[in-house]
DNA sequence: AATCGTTCCAACCGCCGGAGC
DNA sequence: AGCTCCGGCGGTTGGAACGAT
């Protein structure tokens, strides 16, 4: 997919060599300052390419291939609760990537999900309306710790739990980012009594 | 073997929120 | 308050690979 070239920054497919240059220099200094990264690994390459490739393709522990039945069950139940939130949907399926999973959807599972190309009879039914609430953070506020107590301690006092309700003590990554609400208290029961995992163990995502 | 249509997926793009000044 | 920079996200693109005819 080579493309041509803006302000003399490299587009298009990575080289072996630039992968390698790109590798050595995230081992060397590590992750993150990606501005700084082209200068480091001398790649004419603009900050968000490196990232991108590190993150889709070269970062350790990357599975790549099929996905597995199990894998795809999960990104049917997580897409079903949390929508096109693709780097949440990844975080919960070890090694693969936001990409990955959003490629995958597109190719193999909108249509299906969507039921297109079935009779009207047989679309699914059981998909949550869920709301979205955008913008969320993406990064996790100084006083996130308090704030995640109180706010659980908010939803508690209230007589409708949301789908966001959190316990306390748990990832800033739920706390902070898990914005959503589901219709009715039962469409949200319903969504996790189906997940094919230990539901509690989606609180306890390493941040 | 050649052509055409479809699928796959790496990479780009535009946008957003947070942080710092 | 407003601006700029940065990291990060989801949507989209388009070339490669593959299958059907």
Redesign the pocket.
């Known amino acids: 997919?080579?493309?041509g070239s803006?302000f003399g920054l490299?587009?298009?497919?990575?080289t072996e060599e630039e992968d390698v240059l790109l590798r050595s220099s995230v081992q060397r200094y590590g992750?993150?300052?990606?501005?700084?990264v082209p200068q480091r690994a001398g790649l004419n390459?603009?900050?968000?390419?490196c990232?991108?490739?590190w993150?889709?393709?070269l970062k350790p522990n990357i599975k790549?291939g099929k996905f597995q039945d199990d894998e795809v069950d999960m990104i049917i139940k997580l897409h079903k609760l949390l929508g096109?939130?693709?780097?949440?949907i990844a975080g919960r399926l070890p090694g693969r990537t936001?990409?990955?999973v959003?490629?995958?959807w597109?190719?193999?599972l909108r249509k299906l999900m969507t039921g297109q190309g079935k009779p009207e009879n047989e679309k699914p039914q059981d998909l949550v309306k869920v709301e979205v609430i955008?913008?969320?953070?993406?990064?996790?506020?100084?006083n996130f710790s308090s704030l995640g107590v109180e706010v659980y301690r908010e939803l508690n006092e209230s007589r409708e739990p949301r789908v966001h309700d959190v316990p306390p003590n748990r990832s800033p990554w739920i706390d902070d980012d898990f914005e959503l609400r589901s219709e009715t208290t039962e469409a949200w029961l319903d969504c996790w009594s189906g997940l094919s995992f230990d539901a509690e163990s989606i609180w306890d995502r390493p941040v």
Not at 10 to 14: A, D, F, L, M, Q
């Open positions: 997919m080579q493309k803006s490299r587009k298009g497919s990575w992750e993150g300052e990606w501005h700084r390459r603009c900050r968000k390419s990232r991108l490739r993150l889709n393709y790549r096109n939130r693709w780097s949440l936001a990409n990955d959003k490629n995958y597109n190719t193999h955008r913008p969320r953070p993406r990064t996790i506020s100084k």
